[in-house]
């Protein structure tokens, strides 16, 4: 099937199977941030956006992105690289395995929340699943970078 | 996905008519069908591009059209107001952000899962399933048959000055639930529905003197002694049956306050 889609910003039309998934199809466009990490749609490894909204690109089938803007972490690394920074000054950086999908969400949350509460963070990031940090590095993380863009993290 | 072809429908009659063939699927979220990848699917039936995306708010009611995401389902003002908040407790714990962006409230309903957190809710809120052509059934009677051939188009939810309230207990944060329930109450009758049992939700119903009298205790008690539980690996039907009890009683509190 033809599917014509921004990828980045960059507009492309290819021709592709009705059952391929989202994740096979941007990786064969060389996005290789993208991974499938749980094949049970749990862990937000995947995580992608289309139209600036953050889904699991493991579940999203390629046809369904024939018109819509498709934004993976390969176009948007200036802002990966600020929010990495205070993931590496956090010490929440461990194996880096979950990084890819947990740095869409957190940079798709910041968009989202003016001033979230530590709870709406939890909420929002509740499906990036991190086995190495407990999170509590993440959250200083966050919280640095929230402030940096001139936002803040209530209590 | 093993699809062999795939439509995005261009109208309800197209998708109906291509759900009568064999092996035809009609594709919600995909959230749950990506879950059985070998799966061969003959004809795909995309509702994406029908306009079943959008909440309205009328008069009596909230119409809800089947390409609704759980997230906004979740955080649409109109129902938070409603429903005291209980459309947003009631999908908060749904996997993340990103899996309630797609799964579709469609995909729940039809999909008529034991677990649902949505189908626990809308019991109680007395909602109402539209199909394409069966029309308007209360969801309980859609439970029995599920959607067969046809399509759910909407799912309504009736307004009635009420207070909701829904609570659910868990393993861990985004797992399914152990044990559901929602309770609606309205000047005449108290629904409390009980879900993940772990089968499908289902709703009884009291008259509102009858709670007041008996107390939220016993009145919680009466309710989850209406639904049989079992047992799997997330918890045994006893312990299912005990927290029902103290859910229920909460919620009478939550929602009837000094009534009671």
């Not at chain 1, 749990?42 to 579940?59: E, F, I, K, Q, R």
Request: charged fraction near 25%; charge should be neutral.
């Amino acid at each position: 099937m033809m599917i014509t889609y921004w990828l980045n910003g960059k507009k492309s039309s290819a021709d592709i199977e009705p059952g391929m998934m989202l994740y096979d199809f941007l990786r064969s466009q060389g996005c290789y941030s993208v991974k499938c990490g749980c094949e049970t749609t749990n862990c937000g490894l995947c995580t992608v956006w289309v139209n600036d909204v953050p889904v699991l690109s493991c579940a999203v089938l390629a046809v369904r992105i024939d018109g819509c803007q498709v934004t993976t972490l390969e176009g948007l690394q200036e802002d990966a690289k600020e929010f990495a920074y205070y993931m590496g000054l956090q010490g929440a950086d461990q194996c880096g395995f979950c990084n890819p999908g947990f740095v869409m969400n957190v940079l798709a949350m910041v968009r989202r929340f003016d001033s979230p509460t530590e709870d709406d963070i939890k909420e929002f990031l509740s499906g990036n699943l991190c086995r190495c940090t407990g999170y509590m590095s993440h959250m200083r993380a966050i919280k640095e970078y929230f402030k940096a863009k001139g936002k803040e993290v209530r209590s | 996905m093993n699809i062999v072809q795939y439509t995005k429908a261009a109208s309800l009659e197209e998708a109906w008519e291509l759900n009568q063939g064999r092996g035809a699927v009609v594709l919600g979220g995909c959230c749950w069908l990506r879950l059985s990848p070998q799966r061969r699917i003959a004809q795909a039936i995309d509702l994406s591009g029908l306009g079943l995306d959008a909440i309205e708010e009328r008069d009596d009611s909230f119409k809800i059209g089947a390409m609704v995401t759980l997230g906004a389902f979740g955080s649409h003002e109109g129902l938070l107001t409603y429903t005291k908040g209980a459309v947003k407790e009631a999908t908060r714990h749904i996997v993340g952000t990103q899996f309630r962006n797609l799964a579709t409230i469609g995909g729940s309903i039809s999909g008529r899962f034991g677990f649902s957190d949505i189908w626990t809710l809308l019991l109680a809120l007395d909602a109402d399933v539209e199909l394409y052509k069966g029309g308007r059934v209360p969801l309980s009677d859609f439970g029995k048959t599920g959607p067969g051939k046809d399509i759910v188009s909407h799912i309504i939810v009736p307004k009635k000055s009420s207070q909701t309230a829904y609570a659910s207990l868990r393993l861990n944060e985004t797992d399914f639930p152990i044990i559901a329930a929602a309770v609606h109450v309205d000047g005449k009758d108290v629904r409390c529905a009980i879900g993940a049992r772990p089968g499908r939700a289902e709703v009884m119903t009291l008259p509102v003197d009858t709670v007041k009298t008996l107390g939220c205790e016993k009145a919680g008690r009466e309710f989850a002694e209406k639904v049989t539980y079992e047992t799997n690996q997330r918890g045994s039907s006893e312990y299912r049956h005990d927290m029902a009890v103290v859910l229920c009683r909460r919620l009478l509190a939550q929602t009837m306050g000094d009534d009671v």
